[in-house]
């Protein structure tokens, strides 16, 4: 499996961010189940999915607090990076 994310650390507290299809956050079920599957690759941090909605708006979902801060920046800010996942 392969996806598109980043790990960040900021202001102490280290999180990855995830992308995904606007199918998978647009169901708390589809949710909760990839943030489930993709614990095991990204231990003991918070997982952030984000989707891009038809006009290419990003969206957040997770701990509020990181939410915010995601919002607060640009996408092409974030230091994505293709993870090889088995």
Excluded: C
Excluded at 3 to 14: D, L, P, R
Excluded at 24 to 36: E, G, I, N
Aim: hydrophobic fraction near 45%.
């Amino acid at each position: 499996m392969t996806i598109h994310g980043a790990v960040i650390i900021e202001q102490g507290v280290t999180f990855a961010v995830i992308a995904v299809k606007q199918s998978v956050t647009m169901y708390t079920y589809r949710m909760v189940q990839t943030r489930r599957e993709l614990m095991q690759f990204f231990p003991n941090m918070p997982i952030i999915l984000m989707s891009q909605d038809a006009d290419g708006k990003a969206h957040y979902y997770g701990r509020k607090d990181i939410v915010e801060f995601l919002e607060s920046i640009r996408v092409d800010q974030i230091p994505w990076k293709v993870y090889h996942l088995y």
